[in-house]
């Protein structure tokens, strides 16, 4: 990693970094529309009584719309997402799409599978990788633990392609179902990580059970293509949602509650960074 000062940029430096525009809605934004619209009856998350702001689907006085911002990247995303889990408001692969441009979210289907996503996952223009557990790989399918960021080329006279990580996002148990049941993922390279890997993040994140998020797991994919500033803003960006999430149940005790400004702060500062490691990539 690049030995980047934090002191270089300060925060108003990144809010006026991008736009003085707000973002626009995001892949996961126009899916929800869409599931929505074919549910009948409301989803019955925890917490269905708590005014939320319909983009985050946080509580509003803990809204984190106004931090959003979107990464200097080269990795783009696919999230195939289980059904109405584009509706939980818990979900955190939304928070993927909110950091990374190109981001493309479809509903799950065994038998009717979207064409578009099939038309993205054979577009010359991506190599994709799915980011999944090595042990349950087809025979012959390639297990990978980091990818060439700066894109693929298979011979000199093919253009570059852009790295496409593909996320299942659902419950374990969903996750497993869509990967055996979609033969179209069967051929495609696998990016696994080393069990000692995800230990070590999840006793970094003080987790106890080992599990990690959506958005956590592609924290380490991001790490994995190459950009480990970039991975630190989305895991800062996951805390930061995790814990807006928990005060706005009352699930935080007072004598365990930091003042939210220090998850602002910290996603606030691991962004700089990442400008500044784009920056001087570019030069």
Known sequence: MDNISDESFS????????????????????????????????????????????????????????FRRQLKTNVSFL??????????????????????????????????????????????EYQAYLVFPGQYAHTGQEILSSINNTGIRLSMKAPVKRPLLIMLDGSWREAIKMFRKSPYLHHLPLLSFDPKVLA???????????????????????????????????SAWFDLF?????????RRCKEDILPIKNYQDKFTRALALSYQASSLKNE
């Not at 892949?27 to 869409?34: D, M, P, R």
Request: charged share 20%; glycine share 6%; with cysteine.
């Open 11 to 66: 925060h108003e430096d990144i809010f006026l970094a991008d736009t003085h525009q707000p973002l626009g809605p995001h892949a996961v934004h126009k899916l929800y529309l869409q599931r929505k619209a074919l549910s009948t009856k409301p989803f019955g998350a925890r917490g269905k009584k708590l005014v939320r702001c319909n983009a985050c689907l946080l509580g509003q006085q803990f809204c984190t719309c106004e």
């Open 79 to 124: 999230l195939i997402m289980y059904d109405d889990e584009v509706l939980k408001p818990t979900n955190s692969g939304r928070l993927i799409a909110d950091l990374v441009p190109e981001t493309h979210a479809y509903i799950w289907s065994r038998t009717q599978t979207d064409a578009a996503m099939l038309a993205l996952l054979n577009n010359p």
């Open 200 to 234: 070590t993040y999840a006793l970094r994140k003080g987790s106890h059970d080992f599990q990690l998020g959506t958005a956590e797991v592609a924290a380490l994919a991001i790490e994995a293509a190459g950009e480990p500033h970039n991975g630190l803003v989305l």
């Open 242 to 250: 995790v814990e807006s999430s928990l005060l706005g149940r009352n």
